[in-house]
């Protein structure tokens, strides 16, 4: 069992930056690949970014290509998630995710509650 804790959400003005923290615990962070994903009010959870258990491959979506960084610490059992250059399009609750590496939500097996992240325009 792994348990997910994502913080750093908040309120931001369009262009500006926010760093999402995940925290884990419970068994073996480091043999995970870990995803973040998104869902906006009225919409499908989306995926974001996704980087494999050894660190070495990473992916993202189209739409935040260029502006987010993922990265993770597994000394620290922590993914980051990185965003810059923020949108009022980039509003929405963020999940972090761990299981097998990819881009489909069912690739994940656990999850975390998920952190408000709201961009002003």
């Known amino acids: 069992q792994v348990q997910l804790v994502e913080s750093g959400g908040g309120l931001v003005q369009a262009g500006g930056s926010l760093r999402l923290s995940c925290a884990a615990s419970?068994?073996?962070?480091?043999?995970?690949?870990m995803g973040w994903f998104r869902q906006a009010p009225g919409k499908e959870r989306e995926f974001v970014a996704a980087?494999?258990?050894?660190?070495?491959?990473?992916t993202y979506s189209d739409s935040v290509k260029g502006r987010f960084t993922i990265s993770r610490d597994n000394a620290k059992n922590t993914v980051y998630l990185q965003m810059n250059s923020l949108k009022p399009e980039d509003t929405a609750v963020y999940y972090c995710?761990?299981?097998?590496?990819?881009?489909?939500?069912?690739?994940?097996?656990?999850w975390g509650q998920g952190t408000q992240v709201t961009v002003s325009s």
């Open positions: 995710a761990a299981g097998q590496y990819g881009s489909k939500s069912e690739s994940y097996r656990y």
């Open positions: 419970g068994r073996t962070f480091s043999i995970y690949a």
């Open positions: 980087k494999s258990w050894s660190g070495l491959t990473t």
